[in-house]
C-alpha cells in the first residue's frame, strides 16, 4: 500500500497535537501514560514529538481518556492553526 505523503499542514496539526499531548502529561510517566492507553511507550513518543502527525481515532480517543483531556480539545489542536485559514 502507497501513502500519499502528508502536507506541510498536517505535519504541523501533528506537532501542535503532540503539545497538547505532551502539556496534558506533564510529569507523568510516558511508559505508564502509553500502557494505560494500550500502546508502546515509543508510539506515544512518536505522537507526542510529530514523527507520527496522524494518528488512529482509537489511539486518540484512548489518549483522551487516560490524560483526562476533552477529545475536543484534541480534534482543535489539530485543525486550529496559525497556518490554517477559512476559507473565504
Known sequence: MVRNP????????????????REARADRDPA????AAGMSPETLRKIETGRLPSPSFGTIACLSEVLD????????AW????RLEAAS
Open 6 to 21: 502528508l502536507t506541510p499542514e498536517q505535519v504541523e496539526a501533528g506537532r501542535r497535537l503532540g503539545r497538547l499531548l
Open 32 to 35: 505508564d501514560v502509553a500502557r
Open 69 to 76: 483531556l476533552p477529545i475536543q480539545d484534541l480534534a482543535a
Open 79 to 82: 485543525r486550529d492553526g496559525p
